[in-house]
């Protein structure tokens, strides 16, 4: 289930503050010394970075 279009334009990553992308059941930090993916449960942004995958 996408998130909406304002949700996302406000959504930052908690660890560098970069704008996030959508990309499957995650959320991509932009940036490219970050990179952080957050996972996104039942329709929710879970932004923590202990819960955060590491790029590859």
Do not use: N, S, W
């Amino acid at each position: 289930m996408p998130l909406e279009a304002g949700l996302l334009e406000i959504l930052a990553c908690p660890a560098c503050h970069a704008a996030l992308k959508e990309a499957d059941a995650e959320l991509i930090c932009t940036a490219q010394d970050c990179g952080l993916a957050y996972p996104v449960r039942d329709g929710i942004p879970v932004l923590l970075v202990d819960e955060a995958r590491r790029p590859a």
